[in-house]
């Protein structure tokens, strides 16, 4: 995970910015097979819109 800032803000020390949670798995799952994030090099920003435009309507 990476956050950029693309102007300058001020971040105080105890301030929380993130929260990731890891949960265990349980029965039957589908493999991650998108892809959109595979073999980058670099900074990637978020390609959630891909997933918004592929929704059925």
């Known amino acids: 995970l990476e956050i950029f800032c693309v102007q300058p803000i001020r971040i105080y020390a105890g301030v929380e910015v993130c929260q990731i949670y ?11 097979r998108s892809g959109k ?3 980058n090099r670099g900074i990637q920003p978020s390609l959630l819109y891909r997933d918004l435009l592929a929704r059925p309507k």
Not at 22 to 32: A, K, P
């Open 22 to 32: 890891y949960h265990t798995i349980e029965g039957d799952f589908d493999r991650y």
């Open 37 to 39: 994030y595979q073999h």
